[in-house]
């Protein structure tokens, strides 16, 4: 009975070791490759739900749902620009590197908006939910105007 438990540990700490060594050697490559999948998600969901507050289309209840996206989004905007990662091409300014302390300012800012969106969009209120979009796209736009070059 004793062998069999230091196998498993033996294998968990393996196992582990390894899950560990595959996270840090991320390369700069792949973590911007992350950083656009991740980025490409959060404008598809401010996409969607745009198109439903401005009932451009049905919500058929998927505002909450698309609110919910962009939270859990821009839950991980503050660990996809990991330092070196601003390689190939890329919309990332150097200030984001360059001044950490504004760009986590920004990133707090639309995570609590963007669970104050997550909360209208729940409460179903129309004035509610157009101020919250409203103050969501706010802070995005804040972060892209200090922090993503333009795309003119």
Known sequence: MQQKLIGVLATLTLILGTSLTAIAETSAEDAADYRLAVMTSLRGHMTAASMIVRGL??????????????????????????????????NALPAIWEDTDKFKAAIEKAENASAAFVAAAKSGGKDEIGGAFRNLGGSCRGCHDDFKMSDD
Do not use: Q, T
Request: glycine content about 12%; hydrophobic content about 30%.
């Open 57 to 90: 289309v049905e919500d058929n209840g998927y505002l909450a749902k698309h609110a919910k996206g962009l939270e859990m989004s821009v839950s991980e905007v503050h660990r996809v620009f990991p330092e070196g990662s601003n390689v190939g091409e890329s």
